[in-house]
């Protein structure tokens, strides 16, 4: 009986030597992550709506006024949003007719019928315009920006009525 416990002890020290020897292996994994192109309000990564870019205010005139006036959008009541987007992000900017358009023509009013019409425009040139419903593409590249939007106001030669015009534009991103 001890010879035979003697031989399973041999073997169980023989099995643990064998264990911990070290076998030489070599193996790899793979690392990735995706950066989807987009943008977002810089300091707030979740507002996707309710944003404020600020005011389009063409000022204080004479009822008799006529010709046009311009102006460009600023800041309202505090600072106006910016936008910031991944380098290479082919962004578009979409704006609505506002609430008062009148085929391709936006409007601002006061009381039941009477309008003053305005034109918007992505640059102080005023030579590239934001059609209604129609996509213009915006340089990002430089990081963060304030909305380019630039207006002229048409006066009409018979003067209009007293009062506070207004209107709301509604303003899509999309790449």
Not at 26 to 41: D, E, H, K, Q, R
């Amino acid at each position: 009986m001890r010879c035979l416990l003697f031989f399973a002890l041999a073997g169980w020290g023989a099995s643990m030597a064998l264990a911990a020897t070290p076998i030489p292996t070599t193996a790899s994994f793979a690392v990735n992550a995706t950066v989807l192109p987009g943008c977002l309000v810089v300091g707030n990564t979740t507002q996707t709506a309710g944003v404020g870019f600020g005011m389009l205010d063409f000022g204080t005139h004479s009822a008799a006024a006529s010709g046009t006036m311009s102006a460009s959008l600023t800041a309202s009541g505090g600072s106006m949003a910016q936008v910031q987007c991944t380098p290479g992000a082919a962004v578009m900017v979409t704006m609505d007719g506002g609430l008062h358009v009148l085929g391709s023509q936006r409007r601002l009013k006061m009381g039941a019928n009477s309008y003053l019409p305005y034109a918007l425009y992505i640059s102080s040139s005023m030579s590239t315009p934001f059609q209604p419903g129609v996509g213009v593409s915006v340089d990002t590249s430089a990081g963060a920006m304030t909305l380019p939007v630039y207006g002229v106001a048409t006066w009409p030669s018979g003067g209009l009525p007293g009062g506070q015009y207004s209107d709301t534009v509604q303003v899509v991103f999309s790449w």
